[in-house]
């Protein structure tokens, strides 16, 4: 599978950086599921600029298009990000959500958990490819309940969409 985002609309991008994430690179061991040796399940630092004029509020996202699923699985759906906020610190995905900005929040992953999970792609099952994904929307309140699913906020920020900025990492178990 190509770029997941090759078929949504074509918006803008802008810049997204990780002080624990290289784009491209393997996922660094505290971002992998604690579920593997050394994985911690802690979501990276993201920072984020660039963003289109009428930005409103931000999402952000991580996805593995590679999961043996037939719709991939998502590890990590945040909404309602206010505009005036342009980073979340490294381990903002906790169980809590401790280190997200006040409104925002987190929806369950496709695990039904409300944080991040780090990635597990299945032993031998190949490299998987996971795009963290900042959208910028054109509204301050996505309108999306906390128990929705990542699938359903996807498909609500395609009608507020105005721009994207996106980070692959990979991550592959022998």
């Known amino acids: 599978m190509n770029n ?3 078929r949504l609309p074509q918006v803008p991008s802008f810049t ?3 002080t624990t994430l290289a784009d491209g690179a393997p996922w660094p061991a505290e971002q992998m599921s604690a579920s593997l040796p050394g994985g911690k399940d802690i979501s990276p630092q993201l920072s984020w600029n660039g963003a289109p004029e ?3 509020s931000y999402a952000v996202t991580v996805y593995d298009p590679d ?3 037939g719709s991939g699985f998502w590890h990590w759906a945040v909404a309602d990000i206010p505009a005036t906020v342009t980073e ?3 381990g903002a995905g906790d169980d809590t959500g401790t ?3 006040d409104g925002a929040y987190q929806l369950p992953n496709d695990a039904g958990v409300a ?3 780090g990635a597990a792609p299945p032993a031998g099952h ?3 490819r996971y795009f963290v994904v900042v959208h910028a929307l054109d509204t301050e309140a996505i309108g999306v309940p906390a128990s929705a699913t990542p699938a359903y906020l996807g498909f609500t920020i395609t009608g507020h969409l105005l721009g994207r900025a996106v980070l692959t990492a990979t991550a592959e178990t022998p």
Do not use: D, M, N, V
């Open 4 to 6: 997941p985002f090759a």
């Open 126 to 128: 190949g490299p998987h």
């Open 67 to 69: 999961a043996p699923t």
């Open 115 to 117: 944080r991040y999970l």
């Open 16 to 18: 997204l950086t990780s």
């Open 54 to 56: 009428g930005t409103k």
């Open 99 to 101: 280190g997200l900005p």
């Open 88 to 90: 979340l610190p490294e």
